[in-house]
C-alpha cells in the first residue's frame, strides 16, 4: 500500500496542463506512426495496381530482346535501347517489390547499369560481351515468372 501512495502523489501533483502536454506528445508520435503506415500502404497499392501492367511490359520486352540476341553484334544498337527500357520499368517495379523479387531487381538493375556503362565507352571494351546481355535476358526471365507469382498470390489474397 506504500509503494502505491509512493508512485500515486507525483500523479496526483500534476496539473491539467502537464496531462496536456502528454497527451500532445503522444498524439504527435502517433500522427507520425499513422503517416508512416499510410505511406507504406499506399506504395503496396500502387505496386498491386502497376504488377500486371509492368509484367506485361517486360514480357514483351524480353521477347523483343530474345530476338536480337541471335544476331548480337548487328543489334547491339537494338540491345541497349531495349535494356534501357526494361531498366526504367524494372526501377518502378523495385519501389512496391519486396523479398526475392526486389533482389533479383536490384541485381538486374546494377547488371544493365554495367552493360550499358561498356555501351556509351566508359569501358576499354568496344561493346559489351555477348554473355552479359544473356545473363540480363536470364534476369530478366526470372523477374517476369516472380511477377507471376506475385500476381497469383495477389489474387488469392495475400
Do not use: C
Not at 501533483?13 to 507504406?40: C, H, M, P, V
Amino acid at each position: 500500500m506504500e509503494l502505491f501512495i509512493q508512485l500515486w502523489e507525483p500523479i496526483k501533483a500534476l496539473s491539467l496542463s502537464d496531462y496536456g502536454s502528454w497527451a500532445s506528445i503522444i498524439g504527435f508520435f502517433i500522427s507520425i506512426f499513422t503517416l508512416i503506415l499510410i505511406k507504406r500502404l499506399k506504395k503496396s497499392f500502387m505496386f498491386r495496381a502497376r504488377v500486371d501492367i509492368q509484367g506485361d511490359l517486360l514480357q514483351k520486352l524480353s521477347s523483343e530482346l530474345s530476338k536480337l540476341l541471335g544476331t548480337y553484334t548487328a543489334s547491339i544498337d537494338d540491345i541497349t535501347e531495349i535494356l534501357t527500357k526494361v531498366k526504367v520499368k524494372l526501377r518502378a517495379l523495385k519501389k512496391g517489390a519486396k523479398g526475392d523479387l526486389e533482389h533479383d531487381i536490384v541485381n538486374a538493375i546494377s547488371k544493365i547499369e554495367v552493360f550499358l556503362e561498356t555501351y556509351w565507352g566508359k569501358s576499354s571494351s568496344p561493346i559489351p560481351p555477348e554473355k552479359n546481355a544473356r545473363e540480363i535476358y536470364s534476369l530478366i526471365n526470372i523477374i517476369v515468372e516472380e511477377i507471376s507469382n506475385v500476381k497469383s498470390e495477389l489474387v488469392v489474397g495475400n
